[in-house]
């Protein structure tokens, strides 16, 4: 099975095949037959024309019912998975799943009504991309105590030098990832590796882009992307932010409810959905032993770290994007779970034709060689980009030595760090050594011009707002609720959105009923206390001053024991900002 033909849809990297061999060897036939209708008979009446469009439909028809049959026969069971099936390979809770059968069951039953599941992928490509910042010199953090400060700096803003300034992030990066492929990002903390995988997806708060930057990600406009379809494009960071009351299974039931598609397989409920691709997504990732057991986080026990970077990532894989960018996402993953994930990745992109980029700082042999490109960066500046086989020599021919048993990822970037990386012999005096030096000879090297050439086929054959930019639309129309507007990011509508945040509010109060049991503790005990100081006033004008403190009190305490939600809402804060960008919600 290749990746070639197979497009994206709902499901946990929205899977549904389509071959092309069949169906372009039928459309060839009919465009032949056409262009020899044109030369031989110019002058066909319009009854002859309508029965060869009658006859074509018939053949395009033909044509896809040979494509669903070998792709059925591909899938080789069409048990509906959700429904519950005996085949242990399709079934989570069993010792012998396996993802890739189960995928194929599910392109089985999915391909027989293309309609139904629309194309939906997205690959990326950019050129001239610079990025910048603005900062001070010095700088403090604000409090209440020393805010006064800021009219001095409001004063400095008018002085030369003494203002803000431009800070230069990323210069003239160049690159094209195609719907399918995997990109690893390599480079030292602080080369930008962040920085571009942020600009990738539209997480730009507190840098800019610059106008002269063209990004497109297969015909979609950058704009649209970022505001339209927020959450087809998703950022995985490296912290790891959860509800610490909440167990695994509600986290991740609740990521697989809020992106639970419409266009569902007929006669499963979301719920069954839901449930479904929580326990496959925990099966696919090991976490299937952590069901009940609270993710916690360092003030409250849950899960270990490991398991807690695995629960970042299965909800980040249940958000179901196109373009995924995993920033770091193996930091504290032993190698052997590093592995799987990556293969996990390599899984989704190959059947599901999404695109992943993912910025790793040390990358065994095993995961190097699962990626497709690599891009290498160096203080800012873009010093390679291209396919994963090739970089390796690339730099060796500048002059760069490579240890026997030094790995391709660890060669790549030791090549960042003037005391790490080996000069061969004959080529101390050729070898560039500065960032900008390095920069220069990729702008010259011949692997640069391959690129660029690529990006212009790539841009011709998907113009920024053309037919592919309907296609996605209607992709993601299919898959929202009834009444949600084609320009909203979210798959639920408000009415389901305020439901599913109700429903896990009351789970995170059963969780840990801590908070709530001391307010109406407290609360109990103030009354009883408030009650015996006015009790048993006279019924008589005599006692309205007592009433009205009465009043005062009882509301005065209520308005005080509100406070206490005050620390529970800035330690959601990052968890709802981070749900907000996979557009699992709208936050109020």
């Not at 010095?138 to 700096?153: C, V």
């Not at 003239?172 to 030292?188: A, D, H, I, Q, T």
């Not at 997806?201 to 106008?211: A, L, Q």
């Not at 326990?279 to 770290?305: E, Q």
């Amino acid at each position: 099975m290749t990746s070639e033909g197979q497009v994206a849809v709902g499901g946990p990297w929205g899977i549904i095949p389509q071959s092309e061999g069949l169906v372009g060897e039928a459309i060839e036939k009919l465009e032949s037959r056409s262009k020899n209708k044109e030369t031989d008979s110019s002058s066909a009446t319009s009854t002859d024309a309508l029965d060869q469009e009658k006859a074509d439909k018939r053949v395009t028809e033909l044509a896809r019912q040979i494509t669903q049959q070998s792709i059925h026969t591909l899938g080789s069971d069409s048990q509906n998975p959700f429904l519950g099936s005996d085949n242990p390979t399709l079934d989570p809770h069993s010792g012998k799943f396996d993802p890739e059968a189960w995928m194929k069951t599910l392109m089985g039953i999915q391909s027989r009504d293309p309609d139904r599941y629309p194309q939906r992928i997205a690959g990326l490509s950019y050129k001239n991309l610079d990025v910048h910042g603005f900062g001070r010199p010095t700088d403090y953090q604000k409090t209440f105590g020393n805010y006064p400060l800021e009219l001095a700096s409001f004063y400095n803003m008018f002085r030369p030098g003494k203002g803000k300034r431009k800070i230069q992030i990323l210069r003239n990066f160049e690159g094209l990832v195609k719907s399918g492929e995997m990109l690893v990002v390599l480079g030292r903390p602080g080369s930008g590796c962040s920085t571009l995988l942020k600009t990738m997806t539209g997480e730009t708060h507190g840098f800019f882009i610059d106008r002269s930057s063209e990004i497109n990600y297969q015909g979609i406009p950058m704009k649209t992307m970022h505001n339209d379809f927020r959450g087809e494009c998703m950022y995985q960071a490296e912290v790891d932010v959860h509800f610490p009351q909440l167990t695994v299974g509600q986290t991740l039931n609740f990521a697989a409810q809020a992106r639970a598609p419409r266009n569902r397989i007929p006669g499963v409920t979301r719920e069954q959905y839901a449930k479904h691709m929580t326990d496959v997504i925990m099966a696919v990732f090991g976490l299937s032993h952590t069901f009940d057991t609270p993710v916690g986080n360092d003030f409250v026990r849950g899960v270990s770290g490991g398991e807690r970077k695995r629960v970042s990532i299965a909800e980040a894989a249940l958000g179901a994007s196109p373009l995924q960018a995993w920033d770091n996402s193996t930091r504290g993953l032993d190698s052997a779970t590093a592995l799987e994930f990556i293969k996990t990745l390599r899984l989704s992109t190959r059947m599901a034709g999404s695109t992943a980029a993912v910025a790793i700082y040390q990358a065994s042999q095993s995961i190097y060689d699962i990626f497709d490109k690599v891009v290498v960066l160096y203080e800012g500046r873009q010093i390679y980009f291209g396919p994963t086989t090739t970089a390796k020599d690339y730099f060796v021919n500048l002059g760069f030595f490579c240890a026997e048993r030094a790995t391709t990822g660890d060669f790549l970037t030791s090549l960042t760090n003037p005391a790490e990386r080996i000069v061969r012999e004959g080529f101390e005096d050729r070898v560039p050594r500065t960032a900008d030096e390095f920069a220069a000879v990729w702008q010259k090297s011949e692997a640069r011009q391959i690129l660029l050439g690529e990006i212009e086929a790539f841009d011709r054959e998907f113009p920024v707002g053309g037919e592919q930019l309907q296609k996605f639309k209607v992709s993601r129309q299919a898959q929202q609720a009834k009444g949600q507007r084609i320009k909203s990011p979210y798959t639920l509508s408000l009415p389901m959105q305020v439901r599913l945040c109700m429903q896990r509010g009351f789970q995170r109060l059963k969780g840990d009923a801590s908070l709530a049991l001391t307010g109406i503790i407290g609360n109990t005990i103030m009354a009883l206390i408030i009650g015996s100081v006015f009790y048993d006033l006279p019924a008589d004008t005599g006692s309205f001053y007592y009433r009205g403190a009465l009043l005062f009190f009882a509301i005065l305490l209520n308005g005080f024991s509100s406070y206490l939600e005050i620390l529970t809402l800035y330690a959601q804060r990052p968890i709802v900002e981070k749900q907000a960008k996979y557009a699992f919600y709208h936050p109020a």
